[in-house]
């Protein structure tokens, strides 16, 4: 067992577990999280770990096993033969690690899954997000409250009829031997969307054994979940998918109407949890 146990005894009587997928060189980005909105985990019911591959500098690397040490909270994932595998950071991980990329995020995410299926099963809900996301709790966790009994479910902002990405610039880029249609399936977009924990094991499986897609949220929470008719989606407007105009982000009380606001800066992070935590707003 890792020094901190990030989901004690699989998870049981524990609501949330919070897997923030992070770049290997992010280390900034994961102190912001774990100074601001991450630390909600001191709660007892709440869970928070950041998911990484292996960065090309050896720096980083040796980086990133100081942070563990200190934190306790990296999970960093490697492939070994034809299946993915994890190791708590705690433990010293060998070599062959999938490097850190963008297109490997769609790796990093069914390495979530996987994590999530073999060491918290028993947990309530599973939220997938990324380390330039905002996540203010008190809206989440109502969320949450809502859908006490709800199974089989995603939740999240839910992207209805969008197209590929046709222009090679693009880091969006699909060509039609990737993906032929000209409209995607229904899906969650990726910043942030929860997913009830009964349903993990059965997107890995069916991960697996589907073709690779690079654009995680499309694949995970599209093309897999549509295969599996028994799961469903929930629209949640308040997983905001894009970042907001500046007089937004200034706005306190719109922005406290959120519960997932993306593609902020590290300041404007600080900046956001201190004043929606401050108690001095009249929202």
């Known amino acids: 067992m890792p020094f901190n146990d990030v989901c004690p005894k699989q998870g049981e009587g524990m609501k949330l577990m919070i897997l923030v997928t992070s770049s290997a060189s992010h280390i900034s980005q994961r102190k912001t999280v774990r100074s601001t909105w991450g630390s909600v985990a001191f709660r007892r019911d709440i869970g928070l770990a950041f998911m990484l591959g292996i960065s090309k500098h050896s720096s980083i690397n040796e980086q990133i096993e100081r942070e563990n040490l200190l934190y306790g909270d990296i999970i960093q994932v490697k492939k070994q033969y034809s299946s993915v595998v994890f190791c708590l950071y705690y433990f010293l991980c060998e070599k062959g690690m999938f490097v850190d990329t963008y297109n490997n995020l769609t790796l990093k995410t069914i390495s ?39 199974r089989q479910t995603i939740m999240g902002h839910l992207a209805k009829g969008w197209r590929p990405f046709r222009d090679i610039n693009s880091p969006y880029y699909v060509s039609k031997t990737q993906f032929k249609e000209n409209k995607y399936p229904n899906f969650h977009t990726g910043p942030a969307y929860v997913l009830t924990s009964d349903i993990v094991e059965q997107l ?80």
């Open 112 to 150: 979530a899954l996987e994590w999530s299926w073999t060491y918290c099963s028993r947990v309530k809900y599973v939220l997938k997000t990324d380390d330039d996301v905002y996540i203010h709790t008190p809206v989440l966790l109502n969320i949450l409250d809502e859908v006490v009994d709800r």
């Open 204 to 283: 890995y499986q069916a991960a697996l054994n589907q073709t690779f897609f690079k654009l995680e949220d499309i694949f995970i929470t599209g093309m897999v979940a549509n295969n599996l008719s028994i799961i469903e989606h929930l629209h949640y407007p308040q997983f905001f998918n894009s970042r907001p105009k500046i007089n937004e982000i200034h706005n306190t009380c719109a922005m406290a109407k959120l519960a997932a606001v993306h593609m902020l800066r590290k300041e404007e992070i600080f900046d956001l949890w201190k004043r929606l935590s401050d108690g001095l707003s009249n929202c």
